[in-house]
């Protein structure tokens, strides 16, 4: 089928864009580049660069998709926080207008990439998809609008839809600086030989999850006749901060201890999703063991 992939040239998107095209699709990634990478668009996409917030109603026109798979995002949580005008426009009306476009030029599926955050502090470990929604961050509140969204699209114009909610997603060509995810900090802290700093106890936990084994669980709904809702994408293995720093140093063979700094202001204490309606509904559950992806994932760095 034709797939415009919104922020494709970014982590999850190009990994999702390559899975795609392997599996034999004709791809149209959108991507402004301001997160995203133009050297992570792989060969036989085409690329518009292009902002989500103008709801891209052109190359909806030019590429005509038959789904779209909706990765852009502005995933800074602490900037949310600060710019929480900033994170809706881009999550929010971003969104809404690519719906807009979907309704317009007949797309007949979208698979949106939501996330863990929306549940904020766990109630249940790990937590199914009917856990209550109580996101602590405007991150994690524009995500969940953005599922009500594609309810409404559902029930007003048969819109089909698949919303996915990643766990910790890490893997090849995460970015390491600023505010990125732990698993690229460290790894490229470690490749460097550089000392890491672990916020907190480090007892902090989350649901790692290979951003291969994501891509998979996308291109799955995408190909499949999934039931519209929402879906867990994790492992539902809980995994602190000290923990992973360690997996890594032993990996690394760097004699490398941890810094301890302060906590950070709203940093949630633990998170594991129940993964097993993915399983039951298409078939997807997670592949890479944490070991496995850490190893790639640090190779990766190394080579940097």
Known sequence: MRVLL???????????ADRLLARGHEVAIVDDLSSG???????????????????????????????L????????????ILEPDFDAEVNVLGTIRLLESCVRYGVEKV??????????EQREFPAPENHPLYPDSPYGVSKLAGERYLHFYHAQYGLR???????????????????????AIFCGNLAAGRASTINGTGEQTRDYVYVGDVARATVLTLEGDVPPGSYNIGTGIETSVNQLYEALRQISSRDLPPKYGPSRLNDQLRSSVDPSRAAREFGWHPETQLAVGLKRTLDFFGEL
């Open 6 to 16: 919104s922020g494709g040239a970014g982590f999850i998107g190009s990994h999702v």
């Open 161 to 183: 839809y698949t919303a996915l909610r990643y766990g910790n997603v890490y893997g090849p060509r995460q970015n390491p600086t600023g505010e990125a995810g732990v698993v």
């Open 37 to 67: 990478k133009r050297e992570n668009v792989p060969d036989g996409a085409i690329f518009y660069e292009w902002d989500i917030r103008k709801g891209c109603a052109e190359v909806f026109g030019e590429f005509r998709p038959q789904a």
């Open 111 to 120: 698979v949106f990439a939501s996330t863990v955050a929306i549940y904020g």
């Open 69 to 80: 798979c909706h990765q852009a995002a502005y995933m800074t949580i602490r900037r949310s």
